[in-house]
């Protein structure tokens, strides 16, 4: 399994643009990289995922590198709402049985 | 459209006692399934996964137990809790191999409390 690191904590202001980045060294061939996002209690959900290049859907975009070893997070314009934890996973998610350990993620604060 | 349910949404209960935490699931078939438990402030602990009926794996040991008598249904048991129990805990699942999928749902969480 892939062994994510990522910022334990980040800033912000309303309207900025934040970026969140996750290393992943040690990413195999097969392996997907899906961000989630989490508000207090409640359960992970999913933000974005990628393979490589660049993805963008109507909530963030990820940028991925050729070789794969990092992943980036963005969050166009952030607002008060998108304070949460942000948790970079990692692996094979079309393998039955597979499982994505979940690091301690990134705990964004927006403020006004 | 794939649903998944989990309850009960929170819990107290006093050190000794058992407990049962049932998930659900609607709209697929032949999920895996998950139990992830997450302390206060803390990150997601892989507790046990399910690939089918009655198979079970483990990733930590303790007080704990699983079991999936149907497809859909994951089931979280203790005999007897203790403090360490607490937490928040979360099912989830991921569709089998060839399916799309975007990784992990997750049901809406149970707070235990081990008084």
């Known amino acids: 399994l892939a062994k994510t690191t990522q910022p334990i904590s980040m800033d912000s202001y309303e309207g900025q643009e934040v970026n969140i980045t996750c290393s992943h060294n040690?990413?195999?061939?097969?392996?997907?990289i899906t961000w989630y996002q989490q508000f207090p209690s409640q359960g992970p959900r999913f933000i974005i995922q990628?393979?490589?290049t660049k993805v963008t859907n109507e909530v963030a975009s990820l940028f991925i590198p050729a070789d794969r070893k990092s992943s980036t997070l963005s969050l166009p314009r952030v607002s008060l709402s998108d304070t949460a934890v942000y948790y970079c996973l990692v692996g094979d998610v079309g393998n039955a049985g597979n499982m994505l350990t979940f690091g301690g993620g990134t705990r964004l604060m927006v403020k006004p | 459209s794939q649903t998944i349910h989990q309850w009960p949404a929170t819990l107290v209960q006093p050190v000794g006692s058992p407990l049962s935490l049932e998930c659900t699931v609607e709209?697929?078939?032949?999920?895996?399934l998950y139990w992830y438990r997450q302390a206060a402030g803390r990150g997601l602990q892989l507790l046990f996964y399910s690939v089918g009926i009655g198979q079970i794996s483990s990733e930590v040991p303790q007080n704990l137990s699983a079991s999936r008598p149907q497809d859909r249904q994951f089931i979280l048991s203790s005999k007897k809790l203790l403090l360490s129990d607490s937490g928040f805990y979360l099912c989830?699942?991921?569709?089998?191999?060839?399916?799309?999928?975007?990784?992990?749902?997750f049901g809406s969480g149970t707070r235990l409390t081990v008084v």
């Open positions: 040690n990413i195999a061939t097969n392996d997907y």
């Open positions: 989830a699942w991921t569709p089998t191999p060839g399916h799309t999928n975007y990784g992990y749902t």
């Open positions: 709209g697929t078939s032949n999920p895996n």
């Open positions: 990628g393979y490589k």
